[in-house]
């Protein structure tokens, strides 16, 4: 098919691209055109499953190869598996497995993503994890099932302080966060926050930003979390991140996909666009390479789903201001998660979260897991994810890990290496015969996985180019007023996104205040 023209074209398939040409689509009857490079829709939320000795990706089958092509599109690659992952698929190890890269939306089924899902007509089903534990980072082998109201025992005035500091974070109005500039490092250091306080509060922080080290986060987005968390009435105890089973969270793209072509749009695959034309200050389309060639696509409204590093390679630098590509290139930092899965033959008497006395649905911080030379400020995330969706055939259980480090830490073998040796001292200390009881192991490196986050005291790139007119901006990392990051950030951005093409106020009707982007 040749393409026409359209009223919209968004360049890539993530949650945001294909989120604003779903609002677009179906509320401002805008004939939309998605562009995505790759074979298969949805960015960033790659999730992939096993059937007949192949893996799957939504509904076509990958070689191997393909597989790794897919995966490395996403900036991610197989740091570790045992046995080699090619062969557990091969040899129909993986069928009936789902991985989701060791996404864990946050705030389950009451997430921006599912306000915005319900909202369009398109619901999705995420299964919210409950429960909440805590290891003793001086003594591994003690677990904490935490319980509300009862003291962290773990730590040496039973949590007094750190709750007294995770109390003030939430008193913060609206007005005094928006001032907020700094970085959590830096709030911390203020209140003279003793070393307990601030492992746990490092872990907290870094399972919602994805980056290990405190002086790395903005103070305002934390704040923001902490202060929706008596109106979101949801805690870490309660539930706090959700899976889904299924294709996983792949079906949030397919989803959103079909609403575009329910109103007569497009969302095509393999079609990387190389270029938006641009003359006079003025978006007039785009150059897409398709099966066919080079194509022109002519529409008044181009939205790039690029994050902001990769917008240069389909925007030429001259149509942004020299200071913001200097800034783009030099200071802004990419949070990648390191994320391992083990899976083991379940025997219910040896359930490894039972064993240690805690429900395998919590969702368990390792504060200070690591105390290797360079890694001290590395905590672990960990959860069974199977308990939660089914992520695996019946009988099997398994849980992973999940560890922040930039993507510059990300690309050194030696730290990645390290993190995992660490991960595995950590399971001999509490399960000593793991490894004969293992199945099978595998570690993702995801090194762009949180998006190309802005310096500490600068606004994101806004949804809206100021230098060119008819060309807007998309995703986890854009919007001056948007807040918080991962699928949330990308769905408040396409809310955002959509509010400043069609004038209206979509952002309000979708989600409830606490979500917004000013409440
Ligand atoms: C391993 C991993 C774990 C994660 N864990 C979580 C989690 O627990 N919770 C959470 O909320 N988030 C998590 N995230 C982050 C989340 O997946 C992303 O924030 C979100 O999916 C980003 O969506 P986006 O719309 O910004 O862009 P993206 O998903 O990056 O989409 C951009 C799209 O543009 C396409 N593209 C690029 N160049 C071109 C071109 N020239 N032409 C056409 N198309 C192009 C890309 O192929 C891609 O499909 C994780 C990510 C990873 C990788």
New binding site residues.
């Given amino acids: 098919m040749a393409l026409g023209n359209y009223d919209v074209v968004v360049?890539?398939?993530?949650?945001?691209?294909?989120?604003v040409g779903a609002i677009l689509a179906s509320r401002e009857g805008k004939k939309v055109l998605v562009?995505?490079?790759?074979s298969?829709?949805?960015?960033?939320?790659?999730s992939y499953y096993g059937e007949d000795n192949k893996l799957w990706i939504i509904d076509k089958p990958y070689t191997y190869k393909e597989f790794t092509h897919a995966l490395g599109?996403?900036?991610?690659w197989i740091a570790k598996s045992e046995p080699d992952f090619e062969n557990v698929v091969k040899n129909g190890m993986f069928n009936g497995y789902l991985l989701?890269?060791?996404?864990?939306?946050?705030w389950g089924d009451r997430?921006r993503?599912s306000f915005l899902m319900k909202w369009l007509g398109k619901p999705i089903y995420m299964k919210v994890n409950k429960g909440f534990a805590v290891i003793d980072n001086k003594d591994q082998t003690k677990w904490y099932q935490i319980e509300h109201g009862q003291p962290y025992e773990w730590m040496s005035d039973g949590g007094k302080a750190t709750r007294k500091l995770l109390r003030e974070m939430a008193t913060w109005s609206f007005e005094q966060i928006e001032q907020a500039r700094g970085s959590l490092g830096d709030f911390l250091r203020e209140r003279d926050c003793d070393e307990e306080s601030y492992l746990f509060i490092r872990n907290l922080a870094g399972s919602q930003t994805?980056l290990a080290n405190p002086d790395h986060m903005h103070l305002r987005d934390f704040l923001k979390y902490q202060a929706i968390a008596k109106d979101i009435q949801m805690d870490l105890i309660s539930g706090s991140?959700a899976t889904m089973d299924g294709i996983g969270?792949l079906d949030i793209a397919v989803q959103l996909r079909d609403l575009i072509q329910e109103h007569g749009g497009d969302v095509i695959t393999e079609?990387?666009?190389?270029e938006v034309i641009i003359e006079n200050k003025q978006s007039k389309g785009v150059r897409?390479r398709t099966s066919k060639g080079v194509e022109t696509v002519e529409a008044p409204v181009v939205i790039c789903?690029?994050?902001p590093k990769?917008a240069f390679?389909?925007i030429p630098e001259r149509h942004f201001t020299a200071d913001f590509v200097k800034e783009v290139k030099e200071k802004y930092y990419i949070p990648?998660?390191l994320?391992g899965s083990y899976f083991f033959k379940k025997d219910y008497k040896k359930d490894y979260l039972r064993l240690k006395g805690i429900d395998p649905r919590s969702f368990i911080f390792l504060p200070g897991v690591s105390k290797k030379k360079g890694l001290e400020s590395l905590d672990f995330v960990m959860c069974s994810l199977p308990s939660i969706a089914n992520q695996s055939p019946r009988g099997i259980n398994g849980f992973l890990f999940?560890i922040p480090l930039l993507d510059h830490e990300m690309r050194d073998k030696n730290r990645v290496d390290t993190a995992i040796n660490e991960a595995e001292r950590f399971m001999t200390d509490n399960w000593p015969n793991w490894r004969k009881e293992l199945l099978f192991q595998v570690w993702?490196a995801?090194a762009?996985?949180?998006?190309h986050w802005r310096p500490l005291g600068a606004e994101r790139p806004d949804v809206k180019s100021p230098w060119v007119d008819g060309l807007y901006f998309?995703?986890?990392?854009?919007g001056e007023k948007m807040w918080g990051?991962?699928?949330?950030?990308?769905a408040l951005?396409?809310a955002l996104c959509a509010d400043v093409i069609s004038g209206k106020d979509y952002e309000v009707q979708m989600f409830p205040p606490y979500h917004r982007s000013s409440w």
């Fill in positions: 360049i890539g398939s993530g949650v945001g691209g294909l989120g562009a995505e490079k790759e298969f829709i949805g960015g960033r939320i790659l599109s996403t900036g991610t989701d890269g060791g996404h864990g939306s946050f997430g993503i994805a991140v969270l079609s990387p666009v190389e897409i789903n690029l994050p990769d390679k389909v990648g998660l994320t999940s993702t995801a762009e996985a949180f998006g998309v995703g986890d990392q854009y990051g991962g699928i949330d950030g990308a951005s396409a």
